[in-house]
T-cell receptor, first 113, second 113 residues
C-alpha cells in the first residue's frame, strides 16, 4: 500500500548513457513533482505536472524530460548523463486544490561513473 | 540551528531535552508552510503545517511557530527522542499562479541517548 513509489531505488551508470526513473502514486492526487537532492541535502524542485500538464519547469537542462502518461504517473528521462547529475531524485505528489503537504517517494540514488 | 549557509546546520541535543529548529523563509507572499522530517535513505515526511492566518499550531510533541513580521518559522520538539534524529526541512508554498513549493536548506538533528 505504498503511497508514492519510484523505481529503481539505485541507479549506477556510465557518463553519456540515457536512463529513466519511474514514479507512481496511488493517493488520487492531481499534481506530481520531481526534486533533485544534492550531497548537502539541498532539495530543489525540477518539474511539476498537474493533470498531465506541465506547470513548473525550473532551470533544468533539456537533457531532462518528464513524461506524464496519466495523472498517477510521472516519469523522468535523462539523456547523455553527466557526472553532475549524480544525486538523489525524489518524486512527490499532492492535491493542488488547496494548500496540502506533499507526499514523497523514497528516492532514486543516481551515481554516474 | 538555522537553515542558512552552504553546510547543513546541525543541532545536537540530549534525549529528553526540548529541541528548537529555526527557518527563515524568503517570500512575504507565501501563505502555507510545512515542516518535513527526512530520515536516512527515505524521502521527506510531513510533520506539521501552518497557514499564514495563524501564528502557532500544535501537534503531538511538536509545535510550529510563525512570525510573519520577520519571516521566521520554528519547529519545537518536546522531550526529544533518539528516533527524532533526522534532517528537518521547512518549506513554503509561494502563491503565484500555481503554488510553488520551496524548501529551506535543512537542519540535521542529532539526539544523544
Amino acid at each position: 500500500d505504498t503511497a508514492v513509489s519510484q523505481t529503481p531505488k539505485y541507479l549506477v551508470t556510465q557518463m553519456g548513457n540515457d536512463k529513466s526513473i519511474k514514479c507512481e502514486q496511488n493517493l488520487g492526487h492531481d499534481t506530481m513533482y520531481w526534486y533533485k537532492q544534492d550531497s548537502k541535502k539541498f532539495l530543489k524542485i525540477m518539474f511539476s505536472y498537474n493533470n498531465k500538464e506541465l506547470i513548473i519547469n525550473e532551470t533544468v537542462p533539456n537533457r531532462f524530460s518528464p513524461k506524464s502518461p496519466d495523472k498517477a504517473h510521472l516519469n523522468l528521462h535523462i539523456n547523455s548523463l553527466e557526472l553532475g547529475d549524480s544525486a538523489v531524485y525524489f518524486c512527490a505528489s499532492s492535491s493542488r486544490e488547496s494548500n496540502q503537504p506533499q507526499h514523497f517517494g523514497d528516492g532514486t540514488r543516481l551515481s554516474i561513473l | 540551528g538555522e537553515s542558512v549557509g552552504l553546510h547543513l546546520p546541525t543541532l545536537s541535543v540530549q534525549e529528553g531535552d526540548n529541541s528548537i529548529i529555526n527557518c527563515a523563509y524568503s517570500n512575504s507572499a507565501s501563505d502555507y508552510f510545512i515542516w518535513y522530517k527526512q530520515e536516512s535513505g527515505k524521502g521527506p515526511q510531513f510533520i506539521i503545517d501552518i497557514r499564514s492566518n495563524m501564528d502557532k499550531r500544535q501537534g503531538q510533541r511538536v509545535t510550529v511557530l510563525l512570525n510573519k513580521t520577520v519571516k521566521h518559522l520554528s519547529l519545537q520538539i518536546a522531550a526529544t527522542q533518539p528516533g527524532d534524529s533526522a534532517v528537518y526541512f521547512c518549506a513554503e508554498n509561494i502563491r503565484g499562479g500555481s503554488y510553488i513549493p520551496t524548501f529551506g536548506r535543512g537542519t540535521s538533528l542529532i539526539v544523544h541517548p
